[in-house]
Protein backbone atom coordinates (compact mmCIF):
# COMPACT_ATOMS: atom_id res chain seq x y z
CA UNK A 1 0.00 0.00 0.00
CA UNK A 2 1.50 3.31 -0.72
CA UNK A 3 1.77 6.28 1.55
CA UNK A 4 -0.44 9.17 0.58
CA UNK A 5 1.61 12.69 0.48
CA UNK A 6 0.78 15.23 2.41
CA UNK A 7 -0.80 17.30 0.03
CA UNK A 8 -3.29 13.52 -0.90
CA UNK A 9 -3.29 13.49 2.80
CA UNK A 10 -4.98 16.91 3.36
CA UNK A 11 -7.40 16.26 0.05
CA UNK A 12 -8.79 13.12 1.50
CA UNK A 13 -10.21 15.21 4.62
CA UNK A 14 -10.80 18.11 2.47
CA UNK A 15 -13.41 15.16 0.67
CA UNK A 16 -14.28 13.81 4.18
CA UNK A 17 -15.62 17.19 5.51
CA UNK A 18 -17.39 17.69 1.90
CA UNK A 19 -19.89 14.82 3.18
CA UNK A 20 -20.91 17.42 5.39
CA UNK A 21 -22.64 19.59 2.52
CA UNK A 22 -26.15 19.88 2.22
CA UNK A 23 -26.01 21.16 -1.67
CA UNK A 24 -27.98 18.45 -3.61
CA UNK A 25 -25.50 19.56 -6.83
CA UNK A 26 -22.16 19.81 -5.91
CA UNK A 27 -20.39 19.23 -2.08
CA UNK A 28 -17.30 21.16 -1.54
CA UNK A 29 -15.08 20.81 1.84
CA UNK A 30 -12.23 23.02 2.78
CA UNK A 31 -9.35 22.82 5.16
CA UNK A 32 -6.67 25.20 6.28
CA UNK A 33 -3.64 24.21 7.30
CA UNK A 34 -0.82 26.00 9.18
CA UNK A 35 2.62 24.64 10.67
CA UNK A 36 1.34 20.84 9.69
CA UNK A 37 -1.92 21.06 11.41
CA UNK A 38 -5.24 21.48 10.95
CA UNK A 39 -6.48 24.76 12.26
CA UNK A 40 -10.06 25.09 10.58
CA UNK A 41 -12.92 23.50 8.36
CA UNK A 42 -16.08 24.25 6.56
CA UNK A 43 -18.08 22.33 3.69
CA UNK A 44 -20.44 24.63 1.42
CA UNK A 45 -24.09 25.22 2.92
CA UNK A 46 -26.03 27.34 4.06
CA UNK A 47 -25.94 29.69 7.36
CA UNK A 48 -26.13 28.56 10.39
CA UNK A 49 -29.77 27.30 11.12
CA UNK A 50 -31.17 28.79 7.88
CA UNK A 51 -33.47 26.05 5.32
CA UNK A 52 -31.13 24.10 3.30
CA UNK A 53 -31.75 22.54 -0.49
CA UNK A 54 -32.28 19.12 0.98
CA UNK A 55 -34.56 19.89 2.67
CA UNK A 56 -36.81 22.63 0.42
CA UNK A 57 -35.30 21.62 -3.34
CA UNK A 58 -32.81 23.91 -5.19
CA UNK A 59 -33.97 27.35 -6.45
CA UNK A 60 -30.99 27.10 -8.98
CA UNK A 61 -32.15 23.79 -10.00
CA UNK A 62 -35.65 25.07 -10.52
CA UNK A 63 -34.82 27.90 -12.17
CA UNK A 64 -32.23 26.52 -14.87
CA UNK A 65 -29.02 28.24 -13.06
CA UNK A 66 -25.70 27.79 -14.60
CA UNK A 67 -22.77 26.17 -12.42
CA UNK A 68 -20.16 28.38 -10.90
CA UNK A 69 -22.72 31.64 -11.38
CA UNK A 70 -26.08 32.86 -9.74
CA UNK A 71 -24.43 32.75 -6.03
CA UNK A 72 -27.45 35.44 -5.44
CA UNK A 73 -30.36 32.47 -6.00
CA UNK A 74 -28.41 30.03 -3.30
CA UNK A 75 -28.35 30.47 0.92
CA UNK A 76 -24.65 28.45 0.81
CA UNK A 77 -21.68 29.89 2.36
CA UNK A 78 -19.24 28.02 -0.09
CA UNK A 79 -16.60 26.09 2.24
CA UNK A 80 -13.82 28.05 1.48
CA UNK A 81 -15.45 31.28 3.37
CA UNK A 82 -16.66 28.70 6.13
CA UNK A 83 -13.20 27.55 6.85
CA UNK A 84 -12.11 31.05 7.49
CA UNK A 85 -14.64 31.74 9.12
CA UNK A 86 -15.05 29.30 11.56
CA UNK A 87 -11.22 29.86 11.98
CA UNK A 88 -12.18 33.09 13.43
CA UNK A 89 -14.89 31.90 15.20
CA UNK A 90 -12.49 30.13 17.45
CA UNK A 91 -9.68 32.49 17.16
CA UNK A 92 -7.32 30.42 15.23
CA UNK A 93 -5.26 32.49 12.85
CA UNK A 94 -4.64 30.99 8.92
CA UNK A 95 -2.14 33.97 7.71
CA UNK A 96 0.37 32.05 6.01
CA UNK A 97 -1.62 28.75 5.86
CA UNK A 98 -2.61 26.57 3.32
CA UNK A 99 -5.80 25.66 2.17
CA UNK A 100 -7.21 22.21 0.83
CA UNK A 101 -10.44 22.13 -1.29
CA UNK A 102 -12.16 19.20 -2.55
CA UNK A 103 -15.09 19.00 -4.77
CA UNK A 104 -17.88 16.34 -5.97
CA UNK A 105 -21.17 16.29 -7.80
CA UNK A 106 -23.46 15.36 -4.77
CA UNK A 107 -25.74 13.03 -7.54
CA UNK A 108 -22.28 10.85 -9.10
CA UNK A 109 -19.27 11.44 -6.32
CA UNK A 110 -17.33 12.12 -9.04
CA UNK A 111 -14.91 15.04 -9.05
CA UNK A 112 -15.92 18.64 -9.64
CA UNK A 113 -13.43 21.33 -10.28
CA UNK A 114 -12.27 23.77 -7.21
CA UNK A 115 -11.83 26.56 -7.88
CA UNK A 116 -12.77 29.07 -5.86
CA UNK A 117 -15.44 31.66 -7.31
CA UNK A 118 -13.70 35.11 -7.35
CA UNK A 119 -15.56 35.85 -3.84
CA UNK A 120 -13.87 33.08 -2.38
CA UNK A 121 -10.77 33.86 -4.13
CA UNK A 122 -10.99 37.41 -2.47
CA UNK A 123 -11.75 36.04 1.06
CA UNK A 124 -8.69 33.60 0.84
CA UNK A 125 -6.42 36.73 -0.07
CA UNK A 126 -8.13 38.92 2.55
CA UNK A 127 -6.87 36.28 5.34
CA UNK A 128 -3.44 36.17 4.33
CA UNK A 129 -3.43 32.09 3.10
CA UNK A 130 -0.86 31.92 1.11
CA UNK A 131 -1.20 28.46 -1.33
CA UNK A 132 -4.91 26.64 -2.16
CA UNK A 133 -4.53 23.04 -3.06
CA UNK A 134 -7.43 21.43 -5.19
CA UNK A 135 -7.85 17.75 -7.57
CA UNK A 136 -9.04 18.22 -11.01
CA UNK A 137 -11.35 15.61 -12.36
CA UNK A 138 -8.31 13.51 -13.47
CA UNK A 139 -7.26 12.93 -9.76
CA UNK A 140 -4.31 15.71 -10.87
CA UNK A 141 -3.27 17.56 -8.03
CA UNK A 142 -3.52 21.77 -8.86
CA UNK A 143 -1.56 24.40 -6.90
CA UNK A 144 -2.21 27.76 -6.99
CA UNK A 145 -0.18 30.73 -5.44
CA UNK A 146 -2.43 33.26 -3.89
CA UNK A 147 -0.73 35.92 -4.86
CA UNK A 148 -1.03 35.51 -8.37
CA UNK A 149 -4.73 35.65 -7.69
CA UNK A 150 -4.42 39.23 -6.66
CA UNK A 151 -3.10 40.27 -9.84
CA UNK A 152 -6.11 38.23 -11.93
CA UNK A 153 -8.39 40.68 -9.96
CA UNK A 154 -6.86 43.87 -10.29
CA UNK A 155 -6.90 43.02 -14.49
CA UNK A 156 -10.11 41.84 -14.15
CA UNK A 157 -11.40 44.55 -12.96
CA UNK A 158 -9.93 47.24 -14.91
CA UNK A 159 -10.85 45.43 -17.65
CA UNK A 160 -14.45 45.65 -17.10
CA UNK A 161 -14.30 49.64 -16.08
CA UNK A 162 -12.73 49.86 -19.42
CA UNK A 163 -15.80 47.77 -20.87
CA UNK A 164 -18.05 49.64 -18.74
CA UNK A 165 -17.05 53.49 -20.31
CA UNK A 166 -16.52 52.30 -23.74
CA UNK A 167 -20.40 51.04 -23.36
CA UNK A 168 -21.00 54.37 -21.90
CA UNK A 169 -19.46 56.34 -24.84
CA UNK A 170 -21.86 54.77 -27.55
CA UNK A 171 -24.55 55.38 -25.03
CA UNK A 172 -24.14 59.38 -26.15
Known amino acids: MRRPSKIEYYLGIAKAVSMRSTCIRRRFGAIIVKDDAIVSTGYNGPARGVVN ?10 VGA ?5 YD ?38 ISVAIPCDRCKRAIINSGIKEVYTMGPGKEIVRY ?4 WVKYDSENYINKIKSAKKGQKNKI
Open 145 to 148: NVMD
Open 53 to 62: CQEVGCLKDL
Open 73 to 110: LCPAVHAEENAIINAARTGSSVKDGVMFIYGEYSQTGE
Open 66 to 70: EEYGQ
